[in-house]
């Protein structure tokens, strides 16, 4: 059987992303392998197709006892049998692993390191009896003293090779720097590896970093249009994950705090209830690593700033797995960058205290850029991008600037008459007269004392900001970073350079939109069917399908098994298993809605990127639905559309509720207020799963077309 065979029938996705099939090729060459993919990006796929298809068993080395529980599941579902061996199982659970290994019942095992090599075990003596055929290291950074998560008991598996000499390994990580690269390669002893690294750009995340200012108000600001969604918060301390996570409660949200120091069976619950989706938020301190592998994970939040650029992919990269569009926000303080820096300083290390420091003053450049996020990141990672996404904070603003040499002046004066032995919080306060008693007298006797008191603290520290970013400034690495002159001032203070400064900055609204239409009230039954079987089979939601899978769904209308074998993630086990009960509600709901399969306009692509309203008017002008768009705004009627067309009525209802959902038609123009009202109140009582029902109590003074463009409505607005 070729790999994409495999691929389409264990995991139901008819191609490769990224480098997958020359990795498992080299795999399956058993050749050794290092490859650096970005999180979500597929790096379970590298190993797990090769374990199906290789003779024997796959060992995976993996230090997150959660995510060996979820990988577990995952394959177990999909047919391919898997098993964990940890701290969490009892001795009869331990021996009935072992015989099933040994009765060659198991393709994957997931282990600890420290339980391969530790002294009362005898399990690398039993691991070499038995038929293995590919040695996996996931999460290979933490061997590296230079890596941003660095595990002493990484360090032992240096003798794999010593124990499994002709066995193949592949090492893998998500974030790995060049100094932390060289490192895994040395300390695995891997033989003549092929090094594979993949594209790190996640272009389904919109980056953005705000000031922090008030931050559980500017929290809260941006939960309330996600109150549905799953999403991640990082804090800095344990006790600060548990008071946010209490505060989030008594505003209505189910949140809980997740951190290391926790019981052991509290956390476990509490990730069991997230995956399941009982717990919408998960609020976890950044130096603990959840291994979550949830795929409609929609946000993720920093309201600390974490200590590393490695670290903070990371955790940004556990948003959208799904594919969808996703967000990451980042609130900074550069109170937050103080706090760290004692916490990067490593005793009696002075190289990797350095090493520490200098991430983390990486970290603050991200903060403090102004310039494109995502370019940033993806140089930070040896990977070249232009210098604009379209979908960061900084590309999606429109920058007036102004003639900000005075301004400019006055801040390197300040900076200079201070001797440049100050951080910016004290120039601040001695450009606006501050009476505040840190000042020493001394100063307030220099000529730059007060003059800049027209001027906000909020916009002085976002000039300071800016004339660093543009080299005028310099931050030093100290624990107490002070503001320092540079060649470049020179120019300024003597009136011989020319200084923009931004004077205002306008935000262009940016949500998520759906990629292709789909039915609104058929997905969510979808959702109710997979929730189901998931509380049967006890496992997560979204290891029986994902959330783009049943986007798809519900977006192509599929008639028959060999049409929903076209949906990417139903491979021929799922196929079976659930294929018919996904497929009768569509059915129905088709035969109900006047409505018939889009299969055919499915392109052979699995990864699509979802389109702004902006592009798919521009580039999507074949799209169906957008046809009809383009009818409706020209005048006509549903009615003559439809005609125009040869398609039912109730289908160009669809396609305009979807631009109803995405704000491209006002709700106003094809329901009136008080229907409006009637319908939204029905909605609320009987819910939006069936519009059947809803019609029959509403009666025959309302269409099926303006229950639609309600729910769209609703769903827009977020209260569905």
């Not at 198991?106 to 070499?128: H, Q, T």
Request: charge should be neutral.
């Amino acid at each position: 059987m070729e790999p994409v065979q495999a691929l389409q029938k264990y995991f139901g996705y008819s191609g490769f992303r990224h480098e997958q099939e020359a990795i498992i090729r080299h795999v399956l060459d058993k050749k050794d392998v290092l490859a650096l993919m970005p999180t979500g990006g597929g790096k379970s796929i590298c190993y797990q197709l090769p374990a199906v298809m290789l003779e024997g068993l796959t060992i995976v080395i993996s230090p997150l006892i959660a995510l060996m529980k979820d990988q577990v599941d995952a394959l177990n579902v999909n047919g391919i049998p898997a098993a964990f061996f940890n701290s969490s199982q009892s001795t009869q659970e331990q021996t009935e692993l072992a015989t099933k290994l040994r009765n060659n019942q198991v393709k994957l095992l997931y282990l600890a390191p420290e339980r391969l090599f530790a002294n009362e075990s005898k399990l690398i003596g039993f691991l070499k009896t038995l038929p293995v055929s590919l040695i996996v290291i996931d999460e290979a950074h933490c061997i590296s003293h230079w890596g941003h998560d660095f595990r002493p008991e990484y360090l032992a598996l240096a003798g794999l090779k010593d124990h499994f000499p002709a066995i193949p390994v592949i090492a893998l990580t998500a974030t790995a720097d060049k100094l932390t690269k060289k490192d895994i390669l040395e300390k695995l002893n891997l033989k003549d590896p092929a090094i594979f690294i993949s594209s790190f750009n996640r272009a389904n995340i919109t980056y953005r970093v705000i000031p922090k200012k008030n931050s559980f108000n500017q929290l809260l600001a941006f939960l309330d249009e996600r109150k549905d969604e799953s999403g991640i918060i990082y804090c800095l301390s344990r006790k600060s994950t548990e008071a946010l996570a209490a505060d989030l409660k008594e505003e209505g949200f189910f949140a809980e705090a997740y951190h290391a120091g926790l019981d052991n069976a509290l956390k476990a619950r509490t990730q069991e209830a997230f995956l399941r989706d009982e717990v919408r938020i998960i609020v976890a301190t950044i130096a603990f690593g959840m291994g979550i592998n949830k795929s409609n994970v929609r946000y993720v939040v920093h309201v600390d700033m974490p200590k590393n650029i490695e670290g903070y992919y990371q955790e940004t990269g556990r948003a959208g797995r799904d594919g969808l569009p996703s967000e990451a926000m980042l609130l900074y303080s550069p109170g937050d960058a103080v706090k760290l820096k004692q916490f990067a300083m490593i005793e009696d290390n002075p190289d990797q205290s350095r090493i520490m420091l200098k991430k983390l003053d990486d970290m603050v450049k991200y903060c403090q850029l102004h310039a494109c996020r995502r370019q940033f990141l993806l140089q930070y990672f040896d990977e070249a991008f232009p210098p604009n996404c379209g979908s960061c904070d900084f590309c999606l603003t429109e920058f007036k600037k102004f003639d900000g040499t005075l301004i400019a002046q006055k801040a390197l004066s300040a900076v200079a008459r201070l001797k440049e032995r100050f951080g910016s919080t004290y120039v601040i306060d001695l450009l606006r007269g501050s009476k505040n008693e840190k000042i020493r007298e001394e100063h307030k006797q220099l000529k730059t004392y007060g003059i800049g008191a027209d001027i906000s603290k909020a916009d002085w520290a976002r000039y300071i900001r800016e004339l660093t970013a543009m080299g005028y400034l310099q931050v030093t690495d100290d624990i107490y970073p002070v503001l320092k002159l540079t060649p470049k001032s020179e120019l300024v203070l003597k009136g011989l350079e020319k200084v923009e400064l931004v004077e205002a900055e306008t935000t262009e609204e940016h949500k998520p939109v759906a990629a292709l239409p789909f039915e609104a009230s058929l997905l969510n039954e979808l959702k109710n069917i997979r929730r189901d079987i998931a509380l049967h089979e006890n496992v997560p939601p979204y290891i029986i399908l994902s959330d783009a899978t049943l986007m798809e769904i519900a977006t192509y209308l599929p008639q028959s098994l060999d049409e929903l074998r076209l949906v990417s993630g139903f491979g021929d086990i799922k196929l079976a298993r659930y294929g018919r009960e996904f497929l009768l509600p569509v059915k129905d709901y088709c035969i109900k809605n006047g409505l018939s399969s889009k299969i055919k306009q499915k392109t052979p692509k699995r990864e699509r990127k979802a389109k702004t309203e902006k592009a798919s008017k521009t580039s999507d002008s074949n799209d169906t639905a957008y046809k009809s768009f383009l009818l409706y705004k020209a005048g006509k009627t549903i009615a003559e559309i439809a005609a125009e067309r040869n398609l039912a009525v109730t289908t160009i209802e669809g396609h305009l509720s979807f631009y109803i959902y995405n704000g491209s038609i006002d709700i106003a123009e094809m329901v009136t207020e008080e229907k409006k009202l009637k319908i939204q109140d029905i909605i609320e009582s009987y819910g939006a799963e069936k519009l059947s029902p809803l019609k029959e109590v509403l009666g025959d003074d309302y269409s099926y077309g303006e229950i639609r463009a309600v729910i769209a409505w609703m769903r827009k607005v977020g209260m569905i």
